[in-house]
Structure formats: structure tokens, C-alpha cells
């Protein structure tokens, strides 16, 4: 995740800049890639980004 000036396409949050309501919450976002299954890691970013979701709702 980078900022929006250095080509980022997404913030802290997951959210996409420039569209709301929108979150990227997937491999694609990591920095770098690795070279071994990369399921946990993944599984890791969804549970982090639904609590970041559940939280941003008061749920």
C-alpha cells in the first residue's frame, strides 16, 4: 500500500482512492509477492479486512 502521489492504489484501510465505498482486499495488494503458497497470507488479509470493515460500521 503506498500513497496515492507515489502510485498507490489503495490506503491503510484497504479502501480504493478516488472511490467510495470500494475496498481491495485481496493478494494484490501485498507489497511483494512471494514465492511459496501465499493461502494464509491471503486468508490473513480477509479476516483483517472484514474487521477493518466491521469496525468502520460499528458492527
Do not use: C
Request: without cysteine; proline residues 5%.
Amino acid at each position: 500500500m503506498l500513497p496515492l502521489e507515489d502510485g498507490g492504489v489503495v490506503d491503510s484501510r484497504l479502501r480504493v482512492y478516488g472511490v467510495q465505498g470500494l475496498r481491495v482486499i485481496d493478494s494484490s495488494i501485498m507489497p511483494t509477492v512471494l514465492d511459496v503458497n501465499i493461502a494464509g497470507p491471503v486468508y490473513v488479509l480477509g479476516e483483517h479486512g472484514a474487521t477493518m470493515i466491521k469496525k468502520d460500521r460499528g458492527i
